[in-house]
């Protein structure tokens, strides 16, 4: 690899509607900051910028139902989540926000240069208009059925059941997510960022340059590529972001995606004059840390957008992780599934480096993985305190309990004791091999592997047993067990750093750069250290089912809370009375062959018996269905689905995921009772 003589360090920001989960920090900040840390000990010049972005569809939804402004939630969760990242030692140096007026500036700037140099293209196209709140609806503004999964809560932009990117036109049945009503389509102009003319460069960029990038991130990118880059539009009909800097642009603002990622080069240049040399110059090497929702942002939009705009340099790499999921399931905010990281301290105080290592231990480097409550407990009860703290408290409560804490002086070393000694140089080797090529997970295990080591020899040497009969032989064990303990200070610094803190408070040692690692004498004879407290404590049963309780009767309390639909239009209570809703008896079910989703009822109407198909074949099985009274709308033209003529249709409850249960009388009732 180039010898680069700087860093720039990204990671992505956050999005400032709700505070921060381990998902985020599994994902992104703890790989960044371990590096970033590793870099720092390592004397690198580096710069690590983050910030919160606080543009966008979702930060005005969330307003207006909350009846406050955008700016005031904004305001409220990038406390939150500044506060969190401090807490848990993510050492950004500096911390900003999107909607700060420097942001406005550099990214207002950006646009207009790109626009200058013939960067965008512009188009009018009819675009959803809600009449009733005369406004556009971009993205989130709008809902409706996704035409991948048949999800009836897509949004304009997405579909969060089959992931899939949607564009509003493509919804079926759309609907204002605002007034409910049903839009119009009306002219508006927009700039375009026409990626396709990028293809050719980004092809060679990432498919011939940087194949050196994570398996999941390079092949991310060639799936986007095959399929054919496509103009996306940067500008928004919308009143909360950075204005289009354009005359005549009035009520438009630059999408969030766009402002977004020009958030990094903001952050910069709020705390370095020479920012320039961090982001303009060849010999700095760039790096976007991100979760996999992002690749495409980092990998392809925004290396078009810099190098469309010219003088900036591109991402050296883009180690993007995938997900991390929780007790089995997607984390999920609506449905409050998640751990969060202000909550977490509240339980665990002073256990920020539990979660560090649980999380990087198990990160979703390569795969989507799984956080679970009694992984935690094992990895901290099994490693970190039996392991890790275990050798570190016998070997100080030894020297405290021999020589009063003063590091004895070692005799003739046996090949047991140089066996160990290499083992620390061994390791060093291996984290830094493992770190340079953004293997978290394998890197921490070789320091573990160091503390293990430990243990091992003196289980074999048992110093407790010679102390009586063989002192000197037992001051060198002595003499080199503390010298892994202070390497083990170091070697874990990046990954555990209010340990590494804890212990060389224990040693007496200061903070010492990386290169000091591997020193098989870097406490000297005669050095005093402390008598130790506990490094890690053990997690009891009770507190990991505490924390499943807790998740599991959160996300109860949130269901009736998640997200609901607006009210349709008001009709007259003769539309209602023209609806023959009747009670039914399902006497026959079958699967319809050759669909996943269709079951052939036969029906008891008390008016006749009659067949209905309805869509309720991946809820229930035909044998839960028979025997069931439910309620039908009976006076339905009757309408063929897989050739089969369907008389009616059975009233189901649907809730925002797509999960159907039955409308039932609440006590058996005569078939053909009309519902009222
Ligand atoms: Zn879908």
New binding site residues.
């Given amino acids: 690899m180039k010898d680069f003589k700087r860093y720039l360090i990204t990671a992505a920001l956050p999005y400032a509607n709700g505070p921060v989960h381990i998902g985020h920090l599994a994902g992104v900040y703890i790989p960044a900051d371990i590096y970033v840390r590793y870099l720092r000990l390592n004397d690198k010049d580096v710069v690590f910028v983050c910030g919160s972005d606080e543009h966008g569809v979702p930060i005005t939804i969330k307003a207006k139902k909350e009846g406050i402004s955008p700016q005031e939630v904004v305001d409220r969760y990038h406390n939150i989540i500044k506060k969190s990242f401090a807490d848990f030692g993510i050492t950004f140096d500096n911390y900003s926000r999107t909607s700060s007026k420097l942001h406005h500036e550099v990214s207002s700037d950006f646009f207009r240069e790109l626009n200058k140099k013939g960067g965008f293209i512009e188009k009018t196209t009819e675009q959803y208009f809600d009449v009733k709140s005369n406004q556009f609806l971009a993205d989130r503004y709008i809902t409706g059925t996704?035409p991948?999964?048949g999800?009836e809560n897509?949004y304009g932009d997405q579909?969060e059941?089959?992931g899939?990117t949607l564009s509003p036109t493509e919804l079926i049945n759309p609907k204002s997510a605002i007034s409910g009503e049903i839009p119009v389509m009306k002219e508006t102009t927009h700039w375009y960022l026409p990626l396709d003319k990028h293809e050719a460069f980004l092809k060679q960029w990432i498919l011939e340059e940087n194949k050196h990038w994570k398996t999941n991130v390079y092949g991310q990118c060639k799936s986007w590529l095959d399929q054919g880059l496509q103009p996306r539009a940067v500008s928004r009909d919308l009143d909360w972001g950075v204005p289009v800097p354009v005359e005549g642009a009035a009520g438009k603002v630059l999408y969030v995606w766009f402002d977004a990622p020009i958030g990094y080069i903001s952050s910069t240049r709020e705390i370095r004059p020479d920012w320039e040399l961090y982001w303009k110059n060849e010999d700095t090497r760039l790096l976007h840390f991100i979760g996999k929702d992002n690749i495409v942002f980092h990998c392809i939009v925004f290396p078009a957008m810099l190098k469309a705009h010219g003088g900036y340099i591109l991402p050296e790499n883009v180690p993007a992780n995938e997900f991390l999921n929780l007790e089995g399931n997607k984390i999920s905010t609506s449905r409050n599934w998640a751990v969060w990281l202000h909550e977490y301290l509240e339980d665990f105080k002073d256990m920020q480096d539990t979660l560090r290592y649980v999380l990087t231990a198990n990160a979703p480097e390569t795969k989507d993985n799984d956080f679970s409550w009694k992984d935690f407990q094992a990895r901290n009860n099994n490693e970190l305190v039996a392991i890790y703290g275990n050798f570190v408290n016998r070997v100080l409560v030894l020297t405290s309990k021999y020589y009063e804490g003063i590091v004895p002086a070692p005799g003739i070393l046996e090949d047991i004791d140089k066996a160990l000694l290499d083992e620390i140089g061994n390791a060093k080797k291996l984290i830094e091999e493992n770190l340079e090529v953004f293997r978290f997970r394998d890197a921490l295990k070789e320091a573990m592997n160091l503390a293990r080591a430990g243990n091992k020899y003196l289980t074999e040497t048992e110093p407790w047993k010679q102390v009586k009969t063989n002192p000197a032989r037992v001051e060198t064990i002595i003499h080199v067990c503390l010298q892994v303990t202070a390497n083990l200070a170091i070697l874990f610094e990046p990954f555990l750093p209010f340990t590494s803190q804890k212990l060389r408070q224990f040693m007496n040692l200061p903070q010492v750069k990386w290169s000091a690692a591997g020193d098989k004498s870097i406490v000297k004879a005669g050095h005093k250290v402390s008598e130790p407290s506990l490094l890690f404590r053990k997690v009891e049963d009770d507190e990991v089912q505490k924390q499943v309780d807790k998740l599991h009767a959160s996300q109860a309390s949130t269901e009736i809370k998640t997200e609901v639909t607006t009210q349709k239009q008001e009709v007259e209570f003769d539309d209602f009375t023209k609806m023959d809703i009747r009670v039914a008896t399902i006497l026959h079910a079958e699967l319809v062959p050759k669909t996943t989703k269709l079951m052939k009822l036969t029906l008891d109407t008390g008016i006749d018996q009659r067949t209905v198909v309805s869509g309720i074949a991946e809820h229930y099985k035909p044998g839960d269905v028979i025997g069931k009274q439910v309620c039908l709308l009976a006076n339905l033209k009757p309408r063929p689905l897989k050739g089969i003529e369907s008389k009616g249709m059975i009233l189901m409850a649907q809730d925002s995921d797509g999960k159907l249960v039955f409308i039932s009388p609440e006590a058996k009732t005569i078939n053909g009772s009309e519902i009222r």
Avoid: F
């Fill in positions: 996704c991948r999964c999800n897509a579909c059941k089959c899939s």
